[in-house]
């Protein structure tokens, strides 16, 4: 009996994809030189320069024992230029490691019964810890911000030992999982631009943002809130007063803080965005998407009103492995 046939467009069933809380942006670091990735419950670190075409990467996995945790997020967290962390986001809390990932310098438990506002019934059942970024306050001092998946945000001092002080949980803004945190001096690596602010960004699973004035280690007021919309933040940059984010659809969008005044949005991918980032002092963003492409553009986050290209400078295609990748790209909107 021949088998059926099928046309290419007969009997197809089409059903919006929904985003998953498993960790798929905020898995991928740069910390003093090496790269640092989650893979389950290990911490995994390898030196780009040990990355060539046809040779086995040297990948050094970093075990705790004892753990069981699943690792939601990583992220690379400068004090300054010279003074680098790795910052572990997992179902138990928070992990500082050393820049080398050789020490655990402290570690923070997320507490069990977290109270807060309820979550949607969207969000995962489990909490976890998810991204972390350094805010300097307006007293001076390094503070240490990371989300959870009730929507709750905590503070704390970050020492150039890796030590956190007290942690203070902010006022609830958000009912849905922490995607992002964003801030200037975050952004910059530790490297010194004008304008850092005492601006810290917040971003959820159902699309909300804040923008969070932080005074102390301890104290932070809401400043301004995007509602929600559906559509995921997954990457945010801070720039001066410039905020551009990566929505999970494949737009990036540039607003002016502390309004939230939109300046511009460009169609980046065709699929879903799942990291973002900028060049610690010049004007250059990176975005990578499941359309299996990276792009580099640049976009003058200095000023709001001026003009960005109908392209992204450079673009690479993760499946021809070619800068002139036949697939279609971007467009400004």
Same mark, same amino acid.
């Given at each position: 009996?021949?088998?059926?046939?099928?046309?290419?467009?007969?009997?197809?069933?089409?059903?919006?994809?929904?985003?998953?809380?498993?960790?798929?942006?905020?898995?991928?670091?740069?910390?003093?030189?090496?790269?640092?990735?989650?893979?389950?419950?290990?911490?995994?670190?390898?030196?780009?320069?040990?990355?060539?075409?046809?040779?086995?990467?040297?990948?050094?996995? =970093?075990?705790?024992?004892?753990?069981?945790?699943?690792?939601?997020?990583?992220?690379?967290?400068?004090?300054?230029?010279?003074?680098?962390?790795? =910052?572990?986001?997992?179902?138990?809390?928070?992990?500082?490691?050393?820049?080398?990932?050789?020490?655990?310098?402290?570690?923070?438990?997320?507490? !069990?019964?977290?109270?807060?506002?309820?979550?949607?019934?969207?969000?995962?059942?489990? #909490?976890?810890?998810?991204?972390?970024?350094?805010?300097?306050?307006?007293?001076?001092?390094?503070?240490?911000?990371?989300?959870?998946?009730?929507?709750?945000?905590?503070?704390?001092?970050?020492?150039?030992?890796?030590?956190?002080?007290?942690? !203070?949980?902010?006022?609830?803004?958000?009912?849905?999982?922490?995607?992002?945190?964003?801030? !200037?001096?975050?952004?910059?690596?530790?490297?010194?631009?004008?304008?850092?602010?005492? #601006?810290?960004?917040?971003?959820?699973?159902?699309?909300?943002?804040?923008?969070?004035?932080?005074?102390?280690?301890?104290?932070?007021?809401?400043?301004?809130?995007?509602?929600?919309?559906?559509?995921?933040?997954?990457?945010?940059?801070?720039?001066?007063?410039?905020?551009?984010?990566?929505?999970?659809?494949?737009?990036?969008?540039?607003?002016?803080?502390?309004?939230?005044?939109?300046?511009?949005?460009?169609? !980046?991918?065709?699929?879903?965005?799942?990291?973002?980032?900028?060049?610690?002092?010049?004007?250059?963003?990176?975005?990578?998407?499941?359309?299996?492409?990276?792009?580099?553009?640049?976009?003058?986050?200095?000023?709001?009103?001026?003009?960005?290209?109908?392209?992204?400078?450079?673009?690479?295609?993760?499946?021809?492995?070619?800068?002139?990748?036949?697939?279609?790209?971007?467009?400004?909107?």
């Amino acid at each position: 009996m021949a088998a059926p046939r099928y046309s290419d467009t007969a009997g197809l069933i089409r059903a919006p994809l929904k985003p998953t809380p498993s960790a798929l942006y905020n898995n991928l670091a740069l910390c003093a030189g090496n790269l640092v990735y989650a893979h389950n419950q290990s911490a995994c670190l390898l030196s780009p320069s040990s990355l060539k075409q046809g040779v086995a990467a040297n990948v050094r996995r =970093v075990d705790t024992p004892g753990s069981v945790e699943l690792i939601h997020s990583v992220a690379a967290i400068y004090l300054d230029e010279r003074v680098c962390f790795a =910052v572990l986001g997992t179902e138990g809390g928070l992990q500082v490691w050393d820049k080398s990932m050789s020490f655990k310098l402290s570690s923070w438990a997320l507490p !069990a019964g977290q109270e807060g506002h309820p979550v949607k019934e969207a969000a995962p059942l489990t #909490q976890f810890v998810r991204s972390a970024a350094v805010v300097r306050a307006a007293d001076g001092a390094s503070c240490l911000a990371w989300g959870s998946s009730s929507g709750s945000i905590f503070l704390a001092s970050l020492s150039s030992d890796g030590r956190l002080g007290a942690a !203070a949980m902010l006022p609830q803004q958000h009912s849905a999982p922490i995607t992002v945190l964003a801030s !200037a001096w975050h952004s910059s690596r530790g490297a010194y631009t004008p304008g850092h602010g005492t #601006q810290l960004v917040s971003c959820d699973l159902e699309g909300q943002v804040t923008v969070w004035s932080v005074a102390s280690c301890s104290s932070a007021q809401p400043a301004s809130t995007l509602a929600t919309c559906g559509q995921p933040v997954t990457g945010a940059v801070v720039r001066g007063s410039a905020l551009l984010l990566a929505r999970l659809g494949g737009c990036l969008q540039q607003y002016t803080m502390p309004g939230l005044i939109l300046d511009k949005e460009i169609v !980046a991918h065709a699929r879903w965005i799942t990291a973002l980032d900028i060049h610690p002092t010049r004007e250059l963003v990176a975005s990578v998407a499941e359309d299996a492409t990276v792009s580099v553009w640049h976009i003058p986050l200095s000023t709001p009103n001026g003009k960005v290209c109908c392209g992204p400078s450079h673009t690479a295609c993760c499946q021809c492995g070619t800068s002139r990748c036949p697939h279609p790209m971007a467009r400004c909107v």
